[in-house]
């Protein structure tokens, strides 16, 4: 978890985006979102950005102009190689260029959320840690929940804005955010509760 230690005080922590979590265009949105309200620092690399592309292509879609928007948002996200690491376990080396762009950059973190291809036992002895776009929003949001919250909201509006209709419990389905759609719940309910009446007791309310 993020509050055990991964997030800096500053909340600026730096954390590579994985591929699987910019293709997704509701997820994407609501991590670029929160991001430019200055939670956290995002990275990725041109390999990154590529595998982004081609996952694209396969499924009939061309992904070149929402690329080059969010580097043109972020034009400090982009990461140059680093060396390669000899001795990293992971179940697909070819995963490893995950890793050293979030080591060549002094990341914290890889949102990702092919959890099972950045076990904990090969990234805790380079000081990173992996954990899937859903938890790492909603520790964003249990933070700064009025950041986040307008950062659905804007996703929401350019849903509608491109014809979709649906619900935040679509959109957070869509996008696979469960923890993320209860943690506002939780807020929404809170916000909506009735404060009792000063030194009345629930019977006196009523």
Not at 27 to 55: K, M, N, V
Request: charged letters at 25%; one cysteine or more.
């Amino acid at each position: 978890r993020l509050s055990q230690g991964a997030v800096l005080p500053a909340g600026r922590m730096k954390a590579v985006l994985d591929a699987c979590v910019l293709f997704p265009t509701v997820l994407r949105e609501i991590l670029a979102d929160t991001a430019a309200a200055g939670l956290f620092q995002p990275l990725w690399s041109r390999r990154i950005l590529d595998e982004w592309r081609h996952a694209a292509t396969r499924q009939g879609v061309e992904a070149g102009v929402e690329i080059a928007l969010l580097e043109s948002r972020f034009p400090q996200a982009l990461v140059e190689p680093g060396q390669e690491i000899f001795g990293l376990d992971l179940p697909d080396p070819a995963d490893r260029h995950v890793v050293e762009c979030a080591l060549a950059a002094g990341a914290q973190a890889i949102v990702t959320a092919n959890l099972r291809d950045f076990p904990r036992r090969a990234l805790a002895p380079v000081g990173l840690r992996a954990i899937h776009p859903d938890e790492f929003l909603r520790d964003l949001c249990l933070r700064a929940p009025e950041t986040v919250l307008a950062a659905v909201q804007a996703t929401e509006a350019r849903a509608r804005a491109a014809g979709g209709d649906m619900t935040r419990k679509e959109l957070m389905r869509r996008a696979r955010l469960p923890r993320l759609a209860k943690a506002m719940a939780r807020l929404d309910a809170t916000e909506t509760a009735p404060f009792p009446l000063h030194g009345a007791t629930p019977r006196e309310q009523d």
